[in-house]
């Protein structure tokens, strides 16, 4: 099993402190990603390398899993300390069955002032056109698709299990009649595997109304053989597409936003919201740690504060063993305020080489 933590991190026992939660570099928790499976029917060379995730691979057994009722309840508590935002991840999420089920039971949640929590998930599109209208009818607000490339060929290499690419706009076009939006596309960059595809991806998504977001190739987990030649950094993304076609900044939309908005702009040099934008996501060249504001809750119910976190906080057992939803709620407060992760601004540094192997993306979810 790779690197699943050994010793399990201790939860602490007290804070004394009040006011509104942040970690101890003054981050609000505010988004809740949630792993509801740690399969996948993609084999992506940058995150699930099939010779590593090969037929043999001890998947998780169900019962390993949180229930739906487990992880609504958690979602319940991490909303009373400020979540307002969840994003069902895995794996691929729409292999977890029933999930619709799931989906219905977070859209009734509230945060403490009443409002919806904002609910969406990331899928690489295999099955939205068959599950796109069940999702939105559960409560789905929007979603967004990873796809690596327009050429056929360059896809089914990356997925590498010869899924075409037709199968995943079809998904995307079933999400968008079913009205689940704004939908998202989610590329990862790899300099020598797919940047050739970077102009055709954002010419054939300018005017969709659909997000188009460039990925920095990232150091995730510790099988995907990473190397920083292999990265392609944004400002030369960026300078590629400018080239073809004029872009403008945009402001972020919310804080701790990943990516960073450039709109196409019109004749006048002004941003044409009806061309739409791409996003750059620059984990490796511009890390964004400081404005981070996530937390992560792996399938089995284990509380990560890092994409690129050696280990995390069991709540499933606080859950299975009884404790009381303020005590879960207390725990879930004590680690967010003892947080300090911030590997993407250390990366390449001894601290970051002296960490603990990083846990596999596939596990806790992008
Ligand atoms: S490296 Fe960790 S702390 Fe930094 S932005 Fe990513 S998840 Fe957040």
Redesign the pocket.
């Known amino acids: 099993m790779h690197n699943r933590p050994m010793a399990e991190p201790v939860i602490p026992l007290v804070d004394q402190r009040n006011g509104a939660l942040a970690d101890q570099l003054g981050r609000p928790l505010r988004d809740l990603r949630i792993s509801v499976t740690d399969r996948c029917n993609f084999r992506c060379t940058y995150c699930m390398p099939k010779e590593v995730f090969g037929k043999d691979h001890p998947f998780l057994p169900h019962a390993a899993l949180l229930s739906f009722e487990e992880i609504t309840r958690l979602a319940r508590l991490f909303a009373l300390q400020g979540v307002h935002k969840i994003r069902l991840t895995g794996g691929e999420p729409l292999l977890r069955r029933h999930l619709e089920g799931l989906i219905e039971q977070l859209a009734a949640l509230r945060t403490p002032d009443g409002a919806p929590l904002d609910l969406t998930l990331t899928t690489n599109g295999s099955a939205l056109a068959r599950k796109a209208r069940a999702l939105k009818a559960a409560g789905l607000r929007r979603v967004t698709v990873s796809l690596d490339a327009m050429d056929d060929a360059v896809f089914r290499r990356m997925n590498d299990v010869d899924f075409p690419v037709a199968e995943v706009l079809d998904g995307i076009a079933a999400a968008r009649e079913a009205g689940l939006g704004p939908i998202k596309v989610n590329m990862v960059v790899k300099r020598g595997t797919n940047d050739q595809e970077i102009l055709p991806m954002a010419r054939h998504f300018r005017g969709t109304g659909i997000a188009l977001r460039f990925i920095e190739y990232m150091d995730v987990g510790s099988t995907n053989g990473w190397r920083m030649d292999e990265v392609l950094p944004s400002r030369e993304l960026l300078a590629r597409l400018r080239a073809e076609m004029p872009l403008v900044p945009l402001a972020p939309t919310a804080p701790g936003e990943t990516a960073e908005r450039w709109g196409h702009a019109d004749a006048s040099g002004r941003h044409d919201p009806a061309a739409g934008e791409i996003g750059l996501i620059s984990?490796v060249t511009r890390?964004?740690?400081g404005s981070?504001n996530?937390a992560r809750l792996s399938t089995e119910g284990k509380l990560f504060l890092?994409?690129?976190a050696g280990h995390g906080y069991d709540l499933r057992a606080m859950l299975r063993g009884g404790a009381p939803d303020e005590a879960i709620a207390d725990a879930i407060a004590r680690i967010w305020r003892g947080r300090s992760?911030?590997?993407?601004e250390l990366r390449g540094t001894q601290a970051a080489a002296d960490g603990e192997p990083h846990v596999e993306m596939s596990y806790i979810g992008g």
């Open positions: 984990s890390a964004f740690c981070c996530r890092c994409l690129f992760d911030r590997y993407s």
